[in-house]
């Protein structure tokens, strides 16, 4: 009813003539650039004006996303063993067809996690999205969607434009006088739990979607060192040392570069500090040695104060790690292109800067202290001709190929 009134007032009642595509929309060419190499090209210049884009172009609607809308209702909130530990997040579009997830801020930039805050109902943070992007770009793994910060007029580019009666049901105006809205069942159901604009502007993340499953369909896989999701027991590997061992026979790790991948994905987890890792996806057009995506890293950047160590257990307990992976973090490790530094200077980029406070990006250079030491002791007891796969290595061309070159 909000919607039409709004757009009545406007003169908008008459249905919207067809958008044509653009073949240059910056969010067609980051998807038409999706490779077996990683989710764009190194140096791209369409992820920076796809960057630009979603943080100018202006919303034309504002939804849940899918998951939400499955669990709507369905849950019982009496339940929910930590309610304040939301998920609160939206689907905006654009025009070209652009369609980001909007994170709004639930936790300022000073605030640590605290101690007794479990992994699967800690806080989901907008500038650990942001900040997960810049620093997977500087690992040169190319796996998290692109993502920048963006202050949202919450009446204006959500309320205003949504069509969804469900969420335009959960606005109100604080007792500040600012625009507020909260999540349905199952994350919030109490108004206490809303986000609130300044007092109608709010500062969120806002990721890339990538293209739709019909066209590249994925596949969701468990992690083999997906962690307990209650408050006693624990999983295999965090009891046996020689878990790995068991992971090695079975495929597809046995062969080509998955497991690599799971330690490449536990490094980034590790400097990340994200514990809830309990599944990844792949495109399955790329096949059993597809990159991982790196989805889902609001929870990480918590502690600065801790480096939680288990994380790296793929690395410590399989050892093992692609020669690209450790020739790039021992460059960061240099003082000329130390870690800390290069992730400054790079999130200096994002609208939202400073997006992480010094002490957690010091934090980056202890912890990547930390796995270049899990290396050095997994080679002091292995070799390096064992722990080090080499994959920087180019293939040979077939001897006609090489004749033609040679000719």
Known sequence: RRHKLYREELNLTSPAAPVPLR????????????SRDG??????????????????????????SQDEKALLGA?????????????????????DFGKAMFKPMRQKREEETPEDFFYFVDFQRHNAEIAAFHLDRILDFRRVPPTVGRW?????????????????????????SNVCFFAKCPYMCKTEYAVCGNPHLLEGSLSAFLPSLNLAPRLSIPNPWIRSYSFDGKEEWEVNPLYCNTVREIYPYSKGNRLLNIVDMAIFDFLIGNMDRHHYEMFTKFGDD????????????????????SILAPLSQCCTIKRSTLLRLQLLAEPE?????????????????PVLTEPH?????????????????????????TVVANDTARPQAPASDRAKLDT
């Open 361 to 385: 990006l010091l934090a980056l250079d202890r912890r990547l202290q930390l796995i270049l030491e899990a290396v050095r002791k997994c080679i002091d007891t292995y070799g390096e001709a």
């Open 75 to 95: 849950c019982d909130c009496s339940q929910i063993v930590k309610p304040s530990g939301v998920h609160l997040k939206l689907v905006l579009r654009f025009q």
């Open 290 to 309: 597809g990159f991982l995506l790196h989805l889902d890293n609001a929870r990480g950047f918590g502690r600065h104060s801790h480096d939680e160590t």
């Open 23 to 34: 073949p240059e929309a910056s969010w067609l060419q980051f998807h038409l650039g999706i």
């Open 152 to 176: 949202i007029n919450v009446t204006r580019e959500i309320l205003e434009v949504t069509k969804n009666e469900v969420l335009q049901s959960v606005f109100f105006v604080g007792t500040a």
């Open 337 to 353: 292109y130390r870690l800390s530094d290069v992730m400054r200077e790079s999130l200096l980029q994002d609208p939202l800067a």
């Open 39 to 64: 989710l764009y090209p190194r140096s791209s210049p369409v992820v920076n004006r796809l960057l630009r884009d979603m943080q100018e172009f202006p919303t034309i609607s504002a939804d849940y």
